[in-house]
T-cell receptor
């Protein structure tokens, strides 16, 4: 089945370390997104990409960077992790060719920064 | 600009009772509206979506939602709750040309036996 996968699923790291979260999809979608989820705050958009050459900041991009290596791969980096970046991170995709705007989510990466 | 307000961060119902989860939205253009469900330790799964066709939208697992433009609402209902419905539910809106989704803060549904 066409899917959205995220690696790693869980990660514990220390303050100041560089971390990369990876997202891959086999849906053939051109649009990809990174969100973080915090209890009581819902999902907030970090970055989004409409194709390989198009990267856009979301509402909470400070402290994060992204790389769209190919249509199917979109990575999120924390250059110097801090404890308040402890959260559940989701990657999502959507298809430019449809009008419904539905997004398809990966299973999430739980990141803990000590 | 677009935004979503979900009234009630936690809703508790008895098994077999009506489920009503409230969502109000703000959008400067005709919106696309979504309800997603998140079961414990899982990602988000689409329950249903409104894309300017019928105002009463039926989704999976017996859920439905009604788009009311005059009230800017998109409340989620299910006539009879089941224990397996216990999860967190998110309402989301998308409007304009950027295709971004804006999520509400979520409502945790507890179903009591």
């Amino acid at each position: 089945d066409a899917d959205v996968t995220q690696t790693p699923r869980n990660r514990i790291t220390k303050t100041g370390k560089r971390i990369m979260l990876e997202c891959s999809q086999t849906k053939g979608h051109d649009r990809m997104y990174w969100y973080r989820q915090d209890p009581g705050l819902g999902l907030r958009l970090i970055y989004y990409s409409f194709d390989v050459k198009d990267i856009n900041k979301g509402e909470i991009s400070d402290g994060y960077s992204v790389s769209r290596q190919a249509q199917a791969k979109f990575s999120l980096s924390l250059e110097s992790a801090i404890p308040n970046q402890t959260a559940l991170y989701f990657c999502a995709t959507s298809d430019l060719r449809t009008t419904t705007r539905e997004q398809f989510f990966g299973p999430g990466t739980r990141l803990t920064v000590l | 600009a677009q935004s979503v307000t979900q009234l009630g961060s936690h809703v508790s119902v008895s098994e077999g009772a009506l489920v009503l989860l409230r969502c109000n939205y703000s959008s400067s253009v005709p919106p696309y509206l979504f309800w997603y469900v998140q079961y414990p330790n899982q990602g988000l799964q689409l329950l249903l979506k409104y894309t300017s066709a019928a105002t009463l939208v039926k989704g999976i697992n017996g859920f439905e939602a009604e788009f009311k433009k005059s009230e800017t609402s998109f409340h989620l209902t299910k006539p009879s709750a089941h224990m397996s419905d216990a999860a967190e539910y998110f309402c989301a809106v998308s409007g304009g040309s950027n295709y971004k989704l804006t999520f509400g803060k979520g409502t945790l549904l507890t179903v009591n036996p």
